[in-house]
Nanobody
Framework: VQLQASGGGLVQPGGSLRLSCLAS????????MGWYRQAAGKQRELVAV???????NYADSVKGRFTISRDGAKNTVYLQMNSLKPEDTAVYYC???????????WGQGTLVTVSS
């Protein structure tokens, strides 16, 4: 499985970005896909995940501002980020879990910088 993330960049506080993650390879038996982030000097943390059945889970810090969605036909998961704050600055990683949660894959990360 390969995950190609894109869409990061520099944005002002209050702005928006949309991240995309394209999955390729052995993309069957998927349990879920999601986004995590890691700020400088901090541990990687969950941002949002979408399960195969469609259930969604968000970190409290992004609820109401971020929206995760998945396009199965395009094998792509998106993260729409609105009302961005400086504390959202981090490298964002997409993630795919498959085979009854026994296999976990990570994309290469895309940097989001929120600054004026």
């Amino acid at each position: 499985v390969q995950l190609q993330a894109s869409g990061g960049g520099l944005v002002q506080p209050g702005g928006s970005l949309r991240l995309s993650c394209l999955a390729s390879g052995s993309i069957f038996n998927i349990n879920g896909m999601g986004w995590y982030r890691q700020a400088a000097g901090k541990q990687r943390e969950l941002v949002a995940v979408v399960a195969l059945g469609g259930s969604l889970n968000y970190a409290d810090s992004v609820k109401g501002r971020f929206t995760i969605s998945r396009d199965g036909a395009k094998n792509t998961v998106y993260l729409q980020m609105n009302s961005l704050k400086p504390e959202d600055t981090a490298v964002y990683y997409c993630n795919l879990i498959k085979d009854s949660y026994t296999r976990v894959y990570w994309g290469q990360g895309t940097l989001v910088t929120v600054s004026s």
